[in-house]
């Protein structure tokens, strides 16, 4: 399947985009917040813990991410922790932790 078959964030949950793209700019991460609007759910995380909403916008490396891969922790005005994991200032997996309120 290709990247444009995939769901777009923005579509399967709205609020999450949102609080991504209002959170990305008041931090300064203009370039990543640009992604939101095009970001596609790649597959979710599946882990099956109740508290994880986390999924890959990219297919997952078999390992480490490697170079060019740092965290951004983004800072929300809701009861949630969300981090992002960028490779060469790409969005790469959102990490969603008791997001219910914006993934559900």
Known sequence: MTSEGLPLV???WPRLAAELTVALRTAGEHRLADQI???????ECGCGDDF????DTQPPPDGA????HR????????PVMIVLDVVDE??????????RDLIR
């Open 10 to 12: 923005a579509d399967s």
């Open 37 to 43: 609007a095009g970001l596609r759910v790649f597959q």
């Open 52 to 55: 994880c909403q986390s999924f």
């Open 65 to 68: 991410y490697g170079p060019g």
């Open 71 to 78: 965290n951004v922790t983004v800072n929300s005005d809701q």
């Open 90 to 99: 790409v969005i790469v997996f959102v990490e969603v932790i008791d997001g």
